[in-house]
């Protein structure tokens, strides 16, 4: 046995720890490491998820807007059309009437015909047309000529809805000492200008073709 020397501790037996016991402390170890992960994982969702929503609420704002300016757009498009293509028929219906009018005229009421006539163009044109029914007015006079026109067509070569080219398609019959009093009957083409005047198309240009 060996001697005790004085003030020296007695020295502990080192405590056996069986395999169980590590395997316990280890997934011990391992659960809470686990769950370290998990709580920062927790936290870091709620942040992701308030990222995405707030992309999702920007794109879907973006889009929304982008959707109501095309629908303007295309409203806009569809209303100047609709508006273009009722100015058409307008100036169509203007035009016909005019034709008729402005290439009528009876060599018995000059001073008449020739008023209705100026009635359906802009002043412009109406000064124009003053030279030209002088000239008509005193042939018509001399061979006593009376002129009905009756339009048989009417297209609209392009317009909007301010202005409108119209291609009129007119029978003109004139009875005259010329004709020796026997109806004569002219198929004639003429372009018709109209322009809108406020509620009113008036004729700016008669040209024949």
Do not use: C, H
Not at 61 to 67: F, G, K, Q, R
Not at 111 to 125: H, L, N, Q, V, Y
């Amino acid at each position: 046995m060996a001697r005790k020397i004085a003030g020296q501790r007695r020295r502990e037996k080192p405590v056996a720890v069986s395999d169980e016991v590590v395997e316990e402390e280890v997934q011990e170890v391992q659960e809470v490491e686990v769950a370290k992960v998990e709580k920062k994982e927790e936290k870091a969702e709620p942040a992701a998820s308030r990222r995405v929503s707030s992309v999702l609420t920007v794109s879907l704002a973006a889009l929304i807007v982008l959707v109501l300016a095309l629908a303007g757009v295309l409203g806009l498009k569809a209303w100047r059309g609709q508006e273009a293509e009722e100015a058409r028929g307008a100036a169509a219906n203007a035009g016909r009437q005019a034709a008729e009018t402005a290439l009528s005229y009876d060599y018995r009421t000059l001073d008449k015909s020739f008023a209705a006539a100026r009635a359906t163009m802009t002043p412009e044109f109406a000064g124009k047309f003053d030279e030209t029914a002088k000239v008509a007015g005193e042939l018509a006079t001399k061979t006593k000529a009376t002129v009905r026109a009756e339009v048989r067509e009417v297209g609209v070569r392009d317009g909007d809805a301010n202005r409108v080219t119209l291609i009129i398609f007119v029978n003109q019959t004139t009875t005259s000492t010329i004709t020796q009093g026997k109806p004569r009957v002219d198929l004639n083409r003429t372009r018709f200008t109209m322009v809108r005047n406020g509620s009113r198309w008036l004729v700016q240009e008669i040209a024949g073709l």
